[in-house]
């Protein structure tokens, strides 16, 4: 079946370092986005990775290891404006449809001064 | 106006009533979805409108009904619904090139609909 992973909450310090995790079991994996949603906003679309490896857009940077089904989401120098979840979802090129992503539940992150 | 709007941002109605959001997307996007998003859970995506075609879940119920008129509006038209209907019901669009090519999906802020 097709099944998204990820923690439910995270707490962090601001200015520390903090990794999300998500694992997923697909068929056919077609690319990995992460979201981020502040509470009562739109997600907004952070990252894509389709191969594997580390892609980095400032203080935010995204890992793929296809093989392990596993990425995660690494945020640096937080601060308090990234408390908000963050949304894992996988395409899966074997879904009926071309447009449907698989969505992780989020995993609220709580940054602490 | 930019990115993608919808109207109302909160809605309350009965059981008997019918009521319609409304999304508008101002990306130049061929693709606009509708989801629903409850706590704690993943987003579901009830319906899809690209290109002329339209997708649906099969597990969306007959009360609620989506029209797509052109490229940038898209709406959900809701009757008799049921409490367990109450959630944030999201609109996004994103361009669409076929299967192998992902386009990231923008998001409206949402409707945040009570049924009483």
């Known amino acids: 079946g097709q099944n998204i992973d990820q923690p439910t909450e995270m707490t962090a310090t601001e200015g520390a370092i903090v990794q999300i995790n998500c694992t997923y079991q697909?068929?056919?994996?077609?690319?990995l986005f992460w979201y981020q949603q502040h509470a009562g906003e739109a997600p907004t679309f952070l990252s894509y990775n389709v191969l594997d490896g580390l892609e980095e857009k400032g203080r935010f940077s995204s890992f793929l290891s296809r093989s392990k089904g596993y990425s995660y989401l690494l945020l640096k120098e937080l601060q308090m404006k990234d408390s908000a979840s963050y949304l894992c979802a996988v395409r899966d090129r074997r879904m009926d449809s071309n447009y449907q992503l698989i969505w992780g539940a989020g995993t609220k992150l709580i940054i602490k001064p | 106006e930019t990115g993608v709007t919808q109207t109302p941002r909160h809605l309350v109605m009965g059981m008997t009533n019918k009521k319609s959001l409304k999304c508008e997307q101002h990306l130049g996007h061929n693709a606009m979805y509708w989801y629903k998003q409850s706590a704690k859970k993943p987003l579901e995506l009830m319906f899809v409108y690209s290109l002329e075609e339209r997708v649906e879940n099969n597990s969306v119920p007959s009360r609620f009904s989506p029209e797509c008129p052109n490229s940038s509006h898209l709406f959900l038209h809701l009757h008799t619904l049921q409490p367990e209907d109450s959630a944030l019901y999201l609109c996004?669009?994103?361009?669409?090139?076929?299967?192998?090519?992902?386009?990231?999906?923008?998001f409206g802020p949402g409707t945040r609909l009570t049924v009483t």
């Open positions: 996004a669009s994103s361009r669409y090139r076929g299967q192998d090519v992902p386009y990231e999906q923008y």
């Open positions: 697909t068929s056919g994996f077609n690319g």
